[in-house]
């Protein structure tokens, strides 16, 4: 019998989406938002004159935008639970229908906010200790004023994007959802979810086959996924030339807080330095009997020794996972184990989910829910260590004002990396054999070739995809041929010449995702900060845990760089937190090369 449940408890949260109450909750909901949406047309510039008005409207926001986050997690849920499930798909478009109002109370704020004069912004903030509590919530608010379109315009953006770029959005999710690979499975044809399909077989026939019927399936609705990713792009910069910005990124790095020069400086040195990669990517082609690597070579399982076994229950590594952070901190285990007993976790294998795993945040509850799909593999178990890291980040801010607790996810990101860094080194450490200690490198090692080449793939596609679309649509085949490219500049051209992936773009939702510019970047940024903790916390010894917590507190209230120097005295605009994290990269490859090669005799 399982120890841990394998779906989560969402029945304790809210009431279930189809009951009376829970239309009475979104009712309730809505005409709270339109009244603060109506409220906030009447702001005045911050000043003494107006600041009883501002303390009194800014906890009533507070409350609302928790209770919306709530509604939004939990609608979220259920859907990505049970893709095709047309209520839930109705509810989310009734949530995007009340974004506007959303977008116009913030809107209104931000403007009012900015036209405030110094002097008079400075005098309110001075003495008012509600205000002042959360000043870098309201100085946000004044320096995001500045991707803001004159108000009706702004508003009417708003209101169009509902049937337009996360329309968009929406469609790309439902199709993806709905879509279904044929693969072959004892002499059957089965169809599965793009989920449930995986490409760490140790069959090297498998292992192709998946990747073609799964190349095949996408390619059924790339043109559809074509018109998704071109439309959203394109929406994107119809406001930004309106805005006047001249680079794409100035908005993706203002949703980050992360200076231009942090990024140029991050993927410099990740390009002057990945190329030890390669030594990796040449000894485990040689390990696995073939002369170079192919995409779906990526996950491939090195040869096992005589009795290991590759399957990893999901009670084993929960019980895994809570026992090596708990060596790491013990605060952090108290809370991984709660959150896996109290079935905060939806895992179960099954067809109707979505792709992909998230975590999302009931902030009024105090909880947050995980999704994912569990397939007894170890990258399964580092994937559910990732989703807890981000959960642990919304745990250790939960005590802080509400406004307070909104971090970007570039610092998000690395919540979760480190959680995935503490349990493969912890179980590096205990490997009892030299197969398990390769295998567990050979893990590393591709977590290392996702964040700093996959991804990279995907920055320098995107990149190129709104450069071009400044120009016009670009077709199905424009797309596969811009990440093809991609593919090859970031990792270096290692792979074998026909073992590519030019169906990326549409396989990968997170190009998808309407809210958010150039998702992507922020999970090599935490990655390399994540291995960059890694490498100083020696150097600080037992106090690392508090300043690590310290870390994830000042994400929600400082920008990256100073939220990183005030918890650990490192500058990132300069290479040495970069080169931190990428000497621990090549000392695995060193480690995995040197103790692969066979016994002398």
Sequence with gaps: MAKYAVTWDLDSLLPHPDTAQFKELFERFRT??????????????????SLKVWEEYVPRLSSLMASS??????????????????????????LAAVSPLRSQVFTNLEFALQTSTDADYAESMGSSQPLKSIGFFLDECRRSARFRLPKDQEILSSELAVDGIMAWSRLYDRISGALKIEVMEKGEIVRKSPGQVTFDSPERTIRENHFCAASKAWASIADTCADSINHIAGTRQVKYRRLGLKDHLDLPLRYNRLKRETLDMMWKCVSDRKKSLKAYFQRKAELIGVEKLAWFDQAAPLPKGPGENSQITYDAACDTIVSTFSAFSPHMGDFAQRAISDRWIEVENRGGKRQGGFCTGFPTKQQSRIFMTYTNSADS???????????????????????????????????????????????????????????????????????????????????????????????????SELMLSAQKEAYLDVLDSEGWNPLFWASKLHFYIGGLPFYNFPYTFGYLLSQALFAIAPKIGPEFPDRYRKLLVLTGCRETEDAIHESLGIDPTQPELWNLALDVVDAKVKQFVELSQPAAT
């Design 32 to 49: 709270d938002l339109e009244k603060a949406a109506a409220d906030s047309e009447k702001l005045e510039p911050l000043s003494k004159k």
């Design 381 to 479: 178990m580092s994937t559910l260590a990732h989703e807890l890291g981000h959960a642990y980040h919304s745990y250790v801010l939960k005590d802080q004002p509400y406004l307070l607790q909104d971090y970007p996810m570039n610092l998000a990101e690395t919540a979760s990396t480190f959680a995935e860094a503490v349990l493969a080194e912890h179980r590096l450490k205990t490997a009892k054999t030299t197969t398990e200690k390769l295998s567990l490198l050979d893990h590393a090692l591709s977590d290392s070739v996702a964040f700093l080449m996959n991804i990279h793939a995907r920055f320098i596609f995107e990149n190129a995809l709104y450069v071009e679309r400044k120009s016009g649509e670009l077709p199905t085949e424009r797309l």
């Design 69 to 94: 986050e709530d509604l939004h997690a939990f609608i979220g849920c259920h859907a990505a639970a049970d893709a095709e499930n047309k209520l839930f798909q109705q509810i989310e478009g009734q």
